[in-house]
């Protein structure tokens, strides 16, 4: 897996404060999308022990909510093995923060995945310019929806995060 950047303190990609992790790989190709240099899945850097432990790091912090994965799109077929895998690693070292993700994928797409299993909520969905609406919390246009990934999953039925 490759990324592109590491935020820290972000506010705008899930709830509370936050670390972002900018993965390679997209094949969406969302006209107006605020970040297409991520799009290649040979762009960026190699994900390695160094940026894993920087996000550690970040996650050690009693203020940090948790991780958000975006992109790029996490879920590109050639980066959903290292993303379940850290998933699952993040989720067993820090079980009390919460793990956010976008995709570009709907729900019924992904939903059978299994890195679903250590993502509590997703933001799924391509961007849509003609949707745009800068009023939207943790969305960039109206198609796109707020999952509560552990509730859908517990009740059946699609649940959307408030």
């Known amino acids: 897996m490759r990324y592109h950047n590491i935020t820290k303190d972000d506010m705008l ?8 992790l900018w993965v390679a790989g997209c094949t969406h190709g969302c ?8 799009w290649d899945i040979h762009g960026g850097i190699e994900f390695d022990d160094a940026a894993r432990e920087e996000i550690y790091e970040e996650m050690e912090k009693s203020y ?4 958000t994965f975006s992109g790029g799109d996490p ?3 050639e980066n959903r093995k290292e993303i379940t895998a850290f998933a699952k690693e993040l989720k067993q070292k820090y079980p009390d923060k919460t793990l956010w993700m976008y995709t570009g ?8 995945l299994p890195v679903m299993q250590y993502i509590d909520v ?3 969905g391509e961007y849509m310019e ?11 246009s109206s198609n796109q929806r707020v999952i509560d ?3 859908t999953r517990k009740t059946g039925h699609l649940v959307l995060w408030s």
């Open 13 to 20: 990609n899930g709830d509370g404060l936050r670390a972002v």
């Open 31 to 38: 006209k107006g999308c605020h970040n297409p240099i991520t």
């Open 64 to 67: 940090i909510s948790g991780l």
């Open 75 to 77: 879920l590109h077929p």
């Open 105 to 112: 994928f709907v729900w019924d797409e992904v939903d059978d």
């Open 122 to 124: 997703l933001v799924d």
């Open 130 to 140: 003609a949707l745009r609406d800068t009023q939207l919390h943790w969305k960039g």
């Open 149 to 151: 990934v552990k509730e």
